[in-house]
């Protein structure tokens, strides 16, 4: 094998690992964005609560106590690294969309970033089949 072929190969493979990482970095990007979608269906149901609603409270998988709100006006939302706020529903739902409005320029940048890999793995592909081809001739 020669030298210009081994070293497109080895860009081939580089690439192919690289589109592989993305397409699993977006399906965990995609996860969050629907966990995102589902709070802010949670926190619009919400605000048509009425006073002292009796609700489940999730303990863990398959686990729930039963509980009470008791303000149905704020909610705590996380800030991250473990600091919570105190927020009104709406100053929530703004938070929730301004998240998921990063979270969809993120999709946006893995899909260009993962065509251009595609483009460029599409340019190899007969690169390295001529290569394959001019060596077997030898």
Do not use: W
């Not at 949670?42 to 048509?48: G, P, Q, T």
């Not at 609700?55 to 909610?75: N, R």
């Not at 690294?81 to 009104?88: C, P, R, S, V």
């Not at 998921?100 to 595609?118: G, M, P, T």
């Amino acid at each position: 094998m020669t030298n210009e072929l081994q070293e497109k190969f080895l860009v081939y493979q580089l690439l192919e690992k690289r589109l592989e990482e993305l397409k699993q970095e977006q399906a965990l990007i995609e996860r969050r964005f629907i966990e995102i979608e589902t709070t802010k269906q949670a926190v619009a149901d919400f605000k048509k609560m009425k006073e002292k609603n009796d609700v489940l409270i999730p303990l863990g998988p398959d686990c729930y106590a039963f509980g009470e709100i008791k303000d149905l006006k704020k909610v705590l939302v996380n800030l991250g690294a473990g600091i919570l706020t105190i927020n009104e529903l709406e100053s929530a739902e703004e938070i929730l969309e301004k998240r998921k409005k990063e979270i969809e320029n993120l999709i946006n940048e893995i899909q260009e970033e993962a065509k251009e890999i595609i483009e460029k793995m599409n340019q190899l592909a007969p690169e390295i089949q001529e290569l394959v081809k001019s060596a077997q001739n030898q």
